[in-house]
């Protein structure tokens, strides 16, 4: 029977399918009695994996050969987007199909700092426990709509492309354009204006990954080996610099201090003043610290 899987997949003698999607990836899991499927391509990479019989595929190359390769148990297949291929198995088997959207692996390289031309490496023949497993467990979990159940999908979904990226890329090793030097120097710039024209209002480290373009989880790291500050560290360290230059330039109120810094009470101001200044708002405006601030050193 040949079949155009992308068209009349519902006509495929699929005798067991589960599936599971994160955005831009999705993973199925088949068992199919045996049949072909005609020449195609597919719009995103495609990683089969074998678990049982033999997958064999065929693909017409440039001088109008073809090349044939068997896929058996246990053996990967990657299929880069666009790729016309055709595939056909004698036996009942069991697979795994992986489809990949390009643009996750070109949105995941540009919020980690990695240079944002991604193409995969055509591979067949191999093997690769990591992404079995990862497919496995994408495929198990359950409640992929609850808060715990999401993240974790989510983790596993980014594990997968950071190993496309890392094993599969056709350039060979992706390096990070930072390293481990930090944020370029425009990126801190950036992160840097935004909290300073943000200070009265709540600063997430959400946004400020936004700002700079990046994953929470690289920037966080990244901004750190720059500033030797986590982001909520440079925040408060912004928020009290600017309450100390209040008190010692102008006579505003210290609650009206505490609004203007980004503080959500007067309370609030004080606890992390006095624990980071030794002072609170109101003696280090009285203190010599706050004379010598604006410059009165005369009066000591």
Same mark, same amino acid.
């Given at each position: 029977?040949?079949?155009?899987?992308?068209?009349?997949?519902?006509?495929?003698?699929?005798?067991?399918?589960?599936?599971?999607?994160?955005?831009?990836?999705?993973?199925?899991?088949?068992?199919?009695?045996?049949?072909?499927?005609?020449?195609?391509?597919?719009?995103?990479?495609?990683?089969?994996?074998?678990?049982?019989?033999?997958?064999?595929?065929?693909?017409?190359?440039?001088?109008?050969?073809?090349?044939?390769?068997?896929?058996?148990?246990?053996?990967?297949?990657?299929?880069?987007?666009?790729?016309?291929?055709?595939?056909?198995?004698?036996?009942?088997?069991?697979?795994?199909?992986?489809?990949?959207?390009?643009?996750?692996?070109?949105?995941?390289?540009?919020?980690?700092?990695?240079?944002?031309?991604?193409?995969?490496?055509?591979?067949?023949?191999?093997? %690769?426990? =990591?992404? #079995?497993? &990862?497919? +496995?467990? !994408? @495929?198990?979990?359950? /409640?992929?709509?609850?808060?715990?159940?999401?993240?974790?999908? %989510?983790? =596993?979904? #980014?594990? &997968?492309? +950071?190993? !496309? @990226?890392?094993?599969? /890329?056709?350039?060979?090793?992706?390096?990070?354009?930072?390293?481990?030097?930090?944020?370029?120097?425009?990126?801190?710039?950036?992160?840097?204006?935004?909290?300073?024209?943000?200070?009265?209002?709540?600063?997430?480290?959400?946004?400020?990954?936004?700002?700079?373009?990046?994953?929470?989880?690289?920037?966080?790291?990244?901004?750190?080996?720059?500033?030797?500050?986590?982001?909520?560290?440079?925040?408060?360290?912004?928020?009290?610099?600017?309450?100390?230059?209040?008190?010692?330039?102008?006579?505003?109120?210290?609650?009206?201090?505490?609004?203007?810094?980004?503080?959500?009470?007067?309370?609030?101001?004080?606890?992390?003043?006095?624990?980071?200044?030794?002072?609170?708002?109101?003696?280090?405006?009285?203190?010599?610290?706050?004379?010598?601030?604006?410059?009165?050193?005369?009066?000591?």
């Amino acid at each position: 029977m040949k079949v155009n899987w992308k068209i009349a997949a519902d006509e495929l003698p699929i005798l067991f399918i589960r599936q599971a999607a994160r955005p831009g990836l999705r993973v199925n899991h088949y068992r199919v009695a045996p049949g072909d499927l005609v020449e195609q391509s597919s719009s995103a990479h495609e990683l089969t994996v074998t678990l049982g019989g033999c997958l064999t595929t065929r693909k017409q190359t440039a001088v109008g050969g073809a090349q044939i390769k068997r896929g058996r148990a246990g053996n990967l297949c990657v299929t880069p987007a666009g790729e016309r291929v055709a595939a056909f198995w004698n036996e009942e088997v069991e697979c795994l199909l992986i489809d990949v959207k390009p643009e996750l692996l070109v949105q995941t390289a540009l919020e980690n700092d990695l240079p944002p031309r991604v193409e995969l490496r055509e591979t067949y023949e191999t093997s %690769d426990s =990591l992404i #079995q497993n &990862l497919a +496995f467990a !994408l @495929l198990g979990e359950s /409640n992929p709509r609850e808060a715990f159940g999401r993240l974790y999908a %989510d983790a =596993l979904a #980014q594990a &997968l492309i +950071f190993h !496309l @990226l890392k094993s599969y /890329n056709a350039d060979g090793v992706l390096v990070s354009k930072t390293s481990s030097v930090g944020l370029s120097g425009y990126r801190l710039r950036r992160v840097k204006e935004y909290v300073y024209e943000h200070l009265e209002e709540e600063i997430t480290l959400a946004e400020l990954a936004a700002v700079a373009g990046l994953s929470q989880f690289y920037f966080a790291r990244a901004f750190r080996r720059s500033t030797g500050l986590t982001p909520q560290q440079f925040v408060m360290k912004s928020r009290l610099d600017r309450a100390k230059k209040l008190l010692a330039d102008s006579d505003l109120p210290l609650v009206e201090v505490g609004i203007r810094a980004g503080f959500k009470s007067q309370s609030h101001f004080t606890t992390h003043f006095r624990r980071l200044t030794t002072h609170t708002p109101k003696t280090f405006r009285e203190s010599k610290f706050g004379k010598r601030a604006i410059g009165f050193e005369q009066f000591e």
